[in-house]
């Protein structure tokens, strides 16, 4: 399968050649018990320059791919070759989402959830570069490292990091990560108006780009589309106790503008109480991130 990324033409546009076969156990007793591989059968993986080749193997049974290094195995003549990763790994990348093993000096094998496969595919080259050892742990210590994630963020060796993949998958790791806590912590469900039906998204309280932001759960919110939109776009705050708020000041600005259609049912909700937050106490919206999120999206009401 050949994937473009970008826009034709466009200088920066990525070609992607992607092979893949499924991950199998593949038994015998021959086999560790711990192996899976994918067994290359059909067209062999085939660099070509100006394209990025990816040899994928996907997992029915973790819900996750594998990734080899497609310049290693590319060339390796056998009658029937095979790429293996170990169900520890395959096991860990279906528990946190990312997982990444050494398989021989100079070469890695990542697993990964299906929600990171086009940060892989962007990142396989430096990915599977000649620091192979050095990347496997970097990665998983980025995977590591989201899950806890506490208080305060003291210089971080994972960014600080010479390898540009670092700041990469670290910043689409930890948000797909933080979307994966918030959905759960919410039950998917819109903690203003309770809606589910797979609408909902996370919504980060102090906005990303602002000083002391942080993907903490407690700097979450769930939200159904409309109640993003309107919470990003200062028609919806949420006060550090919990209450909803319409501002009054866009209202009326919508009214002047004859886009006051769905203005009085979203109204409904001014002054009422959040209906839906996490059940664990460390997982809800904290106070002081609610305020500073008001003070830096200027709330006046
Ligand atoms: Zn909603």
Request: charged share 20%.
């Amino acid at each position: 399968m050949r994937v473009l990324l970008g826009p034709l033409g466009d200088e920066g546009a990525t070609i992607l050649r992607i092979y893949a076969w499924n991950v199998t156990h593949g038994g015998g007793a021959a086999r560790a018990p711990n192996e899976y591989r994918i067994q290359l059968t059909g067209e062999m993986p085939e660099n070509v320059p100006g394209e990025t080749t990816i040899v994928l193997g996907w997992s029915s049974t973790f819900r996750t791919f594998a990734g080899w290094d497609a310049t290693v195995h590319g060339h390796r003549s056998s009658n029937s070759p095979s790429l293996q990763i170990r169900e520890e790994t395959l096991v860990s990348a279906n528990s946190i989402g990312l997982a990444a093993a050494l398989r021989n000096s100079d070469d890695v094998v990542v697993a990964f959830r299906a929600e990171l496969l086009a940060v892989y595919c962007l990142n396989a080259e430096e990915i599977h570069s000649d620091t192979a050892a050095e990347i496997a742990e970097l990665l998983n210590e980025i995977a590591a490292s989201a899950h806890d994630v506490v208080e305060d963020t003291q210089p971080d060796p994972v960014t600080e990091s010479r390898h540009k993949i670092a700041r990469v998958v670290t910043t689409n790791f930890r948000a797909w990560d933080f979307g994966r806590r918030i959905n759960l912590a919410y039950r998917g469900r819109c903690s203003v108006c309770t809606i589910q039906l797979a609408l909902t998204e996370a919504a980060h309280i102090i906005p990303v780009a602002w000083p002391g932001s942080t993907d903490l759960t407690s700097n979450g919110l769930s939200l159904c589309r409309n109640h993003h939109r309107a919470y990003d776009a200062n028609l919806l705050s949420i006060t550090p106790g919990y209450v909803v708020e319409i501002s009054a000041l866009r209202g009326r600005s919508l009214r002047a503008a004859s886009l006051e259609g769905g203005l009085d049912e979203l109204m409904a909700f001014d002054g009422a109480t959040l209906a839906v937050v996490p059940d664990a106490m460390a997982d809800r919206p904290r106070p002081e991130f609610l305020n500073t999120g008001r003070e830096a999206r200027r709330w006046v009401g």
